[in-house]
């Protein structure tokens, strides 16, 4: 019965033969250690040219040509403005820190490029409801950098909600954490960052379950944020704790919509996420359903992957069985690439965008919803924009 059940998830996989006979003109805005990422994919594929760097630090973005071996004729810019008006571009890599997320991509949008924005989508609703607008109206592809969706795993978490196997949702734990890992630079200061742990690894933990089922609407949130380790010089430097000022931990209680695979009276999303704790997690993702139960392990370091061997809990006549989902070694290139060449090939067959704005709105609704709650001390309504 184990095998019979474990069957239903079985995959295949094929790498497609890339078409270079059309080349793409690719811009990348921000030239930070994310951007190391993205050059390396573009680098890699025979049908793009980068042909411009946009950095605000004077000398940043032609370092960067120099350590990644960037062919060919690279324009240098001191901002995603003059690289847009001065490049005819196919698309651009929004790589900038998250408080410019929203700016860089909504004017690229307008002047008729096409997007691939790291994650988190932006700061705040509001930004993100502008972003989709833009897109809307210009017609071009946005894409939101959540590479984990391309982890066979993560596909296989997806797999079972939509086989049926467990049953209607009607309650989900998830979350994710580092018992050390607070990234610092850009990423401690809300001018620059806007958000902590939430946006850095907060985004993916929610996309791993929302996207699983279908991405339904959030309706409320209570909520709560600290950040005892960021501002700490036992845990920090002084001029990093002095200058700490988004969280380093969160934790929401979270009603969603039924959507597809929910329970008439809506799902219940327990979260939390931590750059810094004194466990090695805050507990593994389950999810629960009427007719079974799903456990996916956490990770000692939450990088939006699977920690080990999934199980299923279900009954089989009477009888209480686990069924264990082993894990699946991704094929072919890396998760990265994938994310990037999935943007790529979007934009060459006038396709859709891979990872969507309309689903990843709901996603910055959530953390939004979390920073209003936890400033107000009560529980937020989230309103979802029309846009």
């Known amino acids: 019965m184990a095998d019979e059940v474990l069957g ?15 080349k793409l003109k690719v ?3 921000g030239t930070g250690w994310i951007a190391e990422s ?67 991509t909504i004017y690229a949008l307008e002047h008729g490029v096409n997007v691939l924005l790291e994650k988190p989508m932006c700061v705040t609703l509001d930004e993100a409801a502008e972003i989709v607008k833009a897109e809307k109206k210009s017609g071009k592809i946005l894409s939101i950098g959540f590479q984990p969706r391309y982890d066979a795993n993560m596909q296989m ?19 994710g954490g580092r018992r050390r890992g607070i990234p610092n630079s850009t990423f ?31 309706k409320t949130v209570s909520a709560y944020t600290s950040n005892f380790f960021g501002t700490s010089t036992e845990y920090q430097s002084e001029y990093d704790a002095k200058r700490f000022d988004v969280d380093d931990f969160a934790a929401a209680f979270i009603r969603l919509d039924p959507g597809k695979y ?26 629960f359903g009427k007719k079974a139960a799903l456990r996916i392990p956490s990770t000692d370091c939450w990088n939006g992957s699977v920690g080990g061997p999934m199980k299923i809990y279900h009954d089989v006549a009477g009888a209480r069985v686990e069924t264990v989902i082993p894990i699946i070694q991704n094929k072919g290139q890396g ?34 919803g979390i920073v209003k709650s936890a400033a107000a001390g009560k529980e937020v309504d989230i309103f979802m924009p029309e846009v």
């Open 188 to 218: 401690i200061e809300k001018r620059t960052a806007g958000i902590g742990a939430l946006g850095d690894i907060g985004c993916y933990s929610l996309d791993m379950v929302l996207n699983a089922i279908g991405y339904p609407t959030p």
């Open 38 to 104: 993205h050059i390396q994919q573009y680098n890699a594929m025979p049908d793009v040219e980068v042909v411009a760097l946009a950095d605000l630090i004077p000398g940043k973005a032609e370092a960067f040509k120099e350590k990644w071996g960037v062919q060919g004729d690279v324009h240098f810019y001191p901002d995603h403005k003059s690289m847009i008006d001065n490049e005819e571009l196919d698309a651009v890599s929004v790589c900038t820190y998250n408080a410019t997320h929203a700016e860089c």
């Open 262 to 287: 929910g329970d008439k009276d809506g799902i219940i999303l327990d979260f939390r996420i931590a750059w810094a704790m004194h466990v090695d997690t805050p507990g593994d993702t389950i999810i």
């Open 157 to 175: 978490i997806k797999k079972i909600v939509e086989s049926g196997t467990l049953g209607e949702i009607y309650y989900i734990q998830t979350g």
């Open 335 to 368: 998760l990265f690439y994938k994310k990037v060449r999935s943007f790529l090939d979007a934009i060459k067959n006038n396709g859709t965008s891979p990872v969507p704005s309309s689903q990843i709105i709901k996603n910055q609704a959530i953390l939004d």
């Open 27 to 29: 811009g990348i805005i």
């Open 8 to 22: 239903q998830f079985q995959q295949t996989a094929a790498e497609k033969k890339i078409d270079a006979s059309r």
